[in-house]
């Protein structure tokens, strides 16, 4: 008896512990507080308690502040920051306006995004299904208006239905006042269990959580969280990772706490107590104890509810943690259990290999971030025009799988990919810029193409790569021939890998000339192939795959190494004295800023002077343009090479890009040369490129010149260089050197 009486003093003591801790000496600051488990628990009556609370009390012992905490709705808190009322708001996701409103920690204490409940039996699978619906949100909550702009773009207008914090809004879907509901996920992970709320696939606006100050006050409470939690977060071992796996986490070997065994030892002892006592003692016993049976049901509730949160987390291994699809193994189950459910039937299944087209340009142009945000749009706009029971998941970087079941026939996968091409046509937003996005999609079927998941997979993949090769944004169905063609490129490309360390490339040169006067100024440089077995092979066969493998890099640093040794051997003989080299180069080359290097290393091992090189850019430069393509083209410029953009007209260019850029000359494609002056639109197309190359000081060059009809009209329209049939064809570097011997081409003049 002697210690249930003294565990009951005990309690009672570290109570009135927290209490006095709570408001202990030092420096005030009054820290506001709304009901946001498990981030922030304010029941009435109780401190506060939560992640983001046992982050204060970490700092304000070391810091010396004097808490105080000021519970209300979080909107009126809001309005509380806004006149100066507290101090910090404990928990609030950041956006840029309501950085314009207040200041924010620099280190956030969580990442979470919004996700969608429903009431049992409602349906509501995307985000089109909530057109029409009754949707609880919390008043002035972040994700509250990401829903609303998001349903206004989706055509998917609801009538919401506002509450004062998440846990009303899982009440209201409960009790009937609301069909779906939005919450963040760490509060989901902790509380969404309810038999009678049903978890969507609808996640969007992942935010960030930080802790915010007002506006015009002093900077120093937030900047020691700052410090004080980037040291927590730098340490795995700390009292904020402590504190996540408390609140986040139920341990096995934590399943019940220590103290509920004494907790039901001193209710027992209260019992014997209360029928040795009389009077009004046993009236005093009987409420104590019924107090600590409450305590108890309310332990034993938390911890099936941590139980089935653990669950939830232990799921988490099964979905993207950037889209919040299902991730490979997530996808690779339920094509599993797919496949299985349909043994024995006539049942057919879809299986769709997604690839988003030219991902690479944006992750180089505008940042791994601006990436990331693309996929996640993707995600959710792919998600939108699915069927119910379709599955889509993230099977890794920029590629997505769709398992489409319950289809009839062929045309049933038809419509789905049409769907999901559609569904990307429309510009997406990446803050201030618009991006266009579109992808390749391969359809293999089951059983008509194959029954395993292996071989499922693998050719939708293969069809999504022939897809591809046609120039992406359409779909294709598998067929066996396709993986002939696979294979051959396969083939292809380790016969090109050999091909470089046996030696068996080799330069063709073409002559540039002056146009007014016929003289030759300079060599076009034109790699060969010289195959034991298919004898001579041009570019157009083999430059793709390399393009596709990489190996373009060494192939373009042997042209180049290759080229300038053929022109300084040329000029020790007095053959090519004032000639320059033209060298094509690939937008891969760029890459690590390594394409300056090669041609340094070039230009030292060959001896050959900077300004006799010539290095051809195509127009996608314009596509990858970033800080270090930029600093590469001004260091070649400032080393002395000269710089042209190659087949200029056929790809994507900016006049900002080419006012800024140092570039020397144009040099107009040979598809446009090819019809003038019998075409008139083409005629117009070069009369416009000469006339800007002029306003912009730039030279022209003019390639693919067959007729003395187009020379003479790119002659008399002020087009001062030109290359093709006409004057000479491509020359092996020997039989080349008549032609250097002569003053002029004699087609020529």
């Known amino acids: 008896m ?32 709304f009901d946001n488990p498990p981030i922030v628990t304010a029941a009435p009556g109780k401190l506060p308690e939560g992640i983001a609370i046992d982050m204060i009390h970490w700092v304000a012992e070391r810091e010396g502040w004097k808490v105080t905490y000021v519970a209300d709705s979080f909107d009126n808190l809001l309005s509380r920051l806004d006149k100066g009322d507290i101090d910090l708001l404990a928990v609030t996701a950041y956006s840029d306006d309501r950085a314009k409103r207040f200041q924010f920690s620099k280190e956030s204490l969580l990442s979470n995004w919004g996700m969608v409940f429903r009431r049992a039996g409602v349906h509501v699978e995307s985000l089109p299904d909530l057109k029409g619906k009754r949707v609880a949100l919390m008043r002035g909550g972040t994700h509250t208006q990401a829903l609303i702009e998001l349903s206004r773009q989706f055509d998917a207008p609801f009538t919401p239905v506002y509450v004062g914090n998440f846990p009303q809004v899982l009440a209201a879907i409960a009790e009937g006042r609301a069909d779906a509901g939005a919450v963040n996920r760490v509060f989901a992970a902790v509380h969404a269990h309810q038999a009678d709320v049903v978890a969507t696939s609808i996640v969007f606006n992942p935010i960030f959580v930080h ?106 291994a099964y979905f993207d943690g950037l889209t919040q699809l299902p991730n490979r193994e997530g996808f690779r189950t339920a094509l599993e259990q797919a496949l299985s459910a349909m043994q024995g039937t006539n049942e057919r299944l879809a299986l769709l290999f997604i690839d988003i087209d030219r991902l690479k340009n944006i992750n180089d142009g505008l940042g791994h971030g601006a990436g990331d945000l693309l996929l996640q749009q993707v995600a959710l706009r792919l998600q939108s025009v699915l069927r119910a029971h379709d599955h889509l998941s993230r099977f890794g970087g920029d590629e997505f799988v769709v398992i489409v079941s319950e289809i009839d026939q062929t045309s049933d996968a038809e419509l789905v990919a049409t769907r999901l091409l559609n569904s990307l046509a429309l510009p997406i937003d990446i803050g201030s810029t618009q991006i266009y996005s579109s992808a390749s999609v391969g359809i293999a079927l089951y059983p008509d193409d194959a029954t395993s998941v292996e071989a499922l997979l693998k050719h939708a993949d293969t069809a999504m790569y022939q897809a591809k090769e046609q120039g992406g944004n359409r779909f294709l169905f598998y067929h066996a021939q396709q993986t002939a063609r696979v294979v051959e490129r396969l083939t292809l490309d ?23 006067s016929g003289r030759i ?62 060298v094509n180069v690939s937008t891969r080359q760029f890459e690590g800023g390594r394409l300056v290097k090669s041609v340094a290393q070039a230009l030292a091992r060959t001896g050959l002077a900077a300004e006799c090189l010539e290095l051809e850019i195509t127009e996608n430069v314009m596509l990858i343009m970033n800080d270090e393509v930029r600093s590469s083209l001004d260091k070649l410029r400032g080393m002395g090479v000269r710089l042209s953009l190659d087949d200029f007209g056929t790809g994507y260019s900016s006049l900002s890009y080419l006012k800024q850029l140092p570039f020397h000359a144009l040099k107009i494609d040979q598809s446009f040369v090819r019809r003038i002056p019998g075409q008139s ?65 004699p087609r020529s003049v």
């Not at 042997?558 to 080299?581: F, I, M, N, Y």
């Open 681 to 745: 639109g083409d005629t117009q197309i070069v009369t416009t490129i000469l006339a800007l190359a002029k306003g912009l000081e730039m030279q022209v060059i003019a390639e693919g010149i067959e007729t003395r009809e187009q020379y003479d009209f790119l002659r008399d329209r002020g087009c001062e260089f030109g290359q093709g049939y006409l004057m000479s064809r491509p020359q092996p570097a020997d039989r080349l050197v008549d032609l250097l011997d002569r003053p002029t081409c």
């Open 211 to 316: 802790y915010a100050a007002p506006k015009h006050a002093n900077p120093a409470f937030l900047q020691a969280l700052d410090r004080d939690l980037a040291a927590l977060k730098a340490d795995p071992r700390s009292a904020y990772y402590d504190s996540l796996r408390r609140w986040l986490e139920v341990s096995s070997t934590e399943r019940y706490p220590q103290w509920l065994p004494w907790a039901a030892a001193a209710a027992a002892g209260l019992f014997v107590l209360a029928l040795a006592i009389a009077g009004f003692l046993r009236y005093q016993v009987r409420r104590q104890t019924g107090e600590l049976q409450r305590r108890a049901d309310r332990l034993q509730s938390e911890i099936r509810q941590r139980e089935q949160a653990q669950q939830h987390l232990n799921q988490l």
């Open 494 to 516: 380790t016969r090109l890998r050999q091909a470089l360390e046996r030696d068996e490339f080799l330069l063709h040169y073409q002559p540039i000339m002056e146009l007014e």
């Open 521 to 582: 100024v300079g060599l076009e440089a034109l790699l060969r192939w010289n195959d034991p077995d298919q004898g001579l092979v041009l570019p157009g066969a083999f430059i793709s795959a390399a393009e596709d493998t990489g190996l373009i890099v060494q192939l373009g640093e042997w042209v180049l190494e290759a080229g300038c040794a053929q022109l300084h051997a040329w000029q020790k003989h007095g053959r090519a004295d004032g000639l320059t080299l033209a």
């Open 2 to 33: 002697v210690n249930h009486i003294f565990l009951r003093v005990w309690l009672l003591w570290l109570l009135s512990f927290a209490s006095a801790w709570a408001t202990q000496g030092g420096t005030p600051i009054r820290i506001g507080v």
